[in-house]
T-cell receptor, first 117, second 109 residues
Framework: GAVVSQHPSWVICKSGTSVKIECRSLDFQATTMFWYRQFPKQSLMLMATSNEGSKATYEQGVEKDKFLINHASLTLSTLTVTSAHPEDSSFYIC?????????????FGPGTRLTVT | GQSLEQPSEVTAVEGAIVQINCTYQ??????LSWYQQHDGGAPTFLSY????GLEETGRFSSFLSRSDSYGYLLLQELQMKDSASYFC??????????FGAGTRLFVKA
């Protein structure tokens, strides 16, 4: 099946610094990728839709200046958390979509656990 | 608003059958998906229903009734490794997916 990777898998940073998370589709091209955030024992909350070559579309309540998304190629999207604060500590997951034998399929990366101290 | 409702948790024994229901109310609907997530891991795709009816994949089956805005995931011959959270999710258009709160399944010996 389709594989999506994320890097890093976990990161600890100090408050006020910025962190970049990469999301790659390894064996397929993804015109659209998505970024989610998940707090412990909660559901996935869609943050933004990332389209190759254009600006990301952010969900209501998500600060676009704080969560910078760049989709430079059909296989790479990056999320940069700028001026991180402890409340930004969360599990960040990207996904990429593909039309497969089962129809619409969404493949998730392994996630990045961010801890801001 | 948009909402997906599913039970918060379900407990069953090994070898049993369990059904996890999902009702949804969304502004758009193109299909219902199910995902499994183990603690500390990322969600993994289980199934997708775009049309009414039952889809079977091994021990897992998924059902959709668009007229009732309802679907379910059926897990048969439960195994301990099936203990995880299960999310239903609606594709509302443009590949955009809205997730339910998740159902935590506990499988006991």
């Amino acid at each position: 099946g389709a594989v999506v990777s994320q890097h890093p898998s976990w990161v600890i940073c100090k408050s006020g610094t910025s962190v970049k998370i990469e999301c790659r589709s390894l064996d397929f091209q993804a015109t659209t990728m998505f970024w989610y955030r998940q707090f412990p024992k909660q559901s996935l909350m869609l943050m933004a839709t990332s389209n190759e070559g254009s600006k990301a579309t952010y969900e209501q309540g998500v600060e676009k200046d704080k969560f910078l998304i760049n989709h430079a190629s059909l296989t790479l999207s990056t999320l940069t958390v700028t001026s991180a604060h402890p409340e930004d500590s969360s599990f960040y997951i990207c996904s990429a979509t593909q039309i497969g034998l089962a129809g619409y399929e969404q493949y998730f990366g392994p996630g990045t656990r961010l801890t801001v101290t | 608003g948009q909402s997906l409702e599913q039970p918060s948790e379900v407990t069953a024994v090994e070898g049993a059958i369990v059904q996890i229901n999902c009702t949804y109310q969304t502004s758009g609907f193109y299909g219902l998906s199910w995902y499994q997530q183990h603690d500390g891991g990322a969600p993994t795709f289980l199934s997708y229903n775009a049309l009414d009816g039952l889809e079977e994949t091994g021990r897992f089956s998924s059902f959709l009734s668009r007229s009732d805005s309802y679907g379910y995931l059926l897990l048969q011959e439960l195994q301990m490794k099936d203990s995880a959270s299960y999310f239903c999710a609606v594709n509302t258009g443009g590949f955009k997916t809205i997730f339910g709160a998740g159902t935590r399944l506990f499988v006991k010996a």
